[in-house]
């Protein structure tokens, strides 16, 4: 079993920054890929920042893109999103997911087997 811990979460203006980071334990992890999705309130869970955990290659969301950077250290199985120029539209509860099950369905909720627990992001106009 994989576990999975997100902190970074928090209030901020908008136009500021945060940055969150997901830790990942447990049983040898051996995940092709990780990912950052996010579920505001009254709406589907939805993807927002993916990386390849060996090669690196990343991919974003349309809405983030140019705003958000995600990135990794594999010493530490730890995956982090640095999100700037935040805008009140990314206020949601965002959640890290491991244990991809198929390179096709990288920026599907059904492509996971792991996720955490979700951290809250607020950002106040």
């Known amino acids: 079993q994989v576990q999975l811990v997100e902190s970074g979460g928090g209030l901020v203006q908008a136009g500021g920054s945060l940055r969150l980071s997901c830790a990942a334990s447990g049983r040898t992890f051996t995940s092709s890929a990780m990912a950052w999705f996010r579920q505001a309130p009254g709406k589907e869970r939805e993807f927002v920042a993916g990386i390849d955990w060996s090669a690196g290659n990343t991919y974003y969301a349309n809405s983030v893109k140019g705003r958000f950077t995600i990135s990794r250290d594999n010493a530490k199985n730890t995956v982090y999103l640095q999100m700037n120029s935040l805008k009140p539209d990314d206020t949601a509860v965002y959640y890290c997911?491991?244990?991809?099950?198929?390179?096709?369905?990288?920026?599907?909720?059904?492509?996971?087997?792991?996720w955490g627990q979700g951290t809250q992001v607020t950002v106040s106009s």
């Open positions: 997911a491991a244990g991809l099950r198929g390179y096709g369905l990288k920026y599907a909720p059904r492509g996971y087997d792991y």
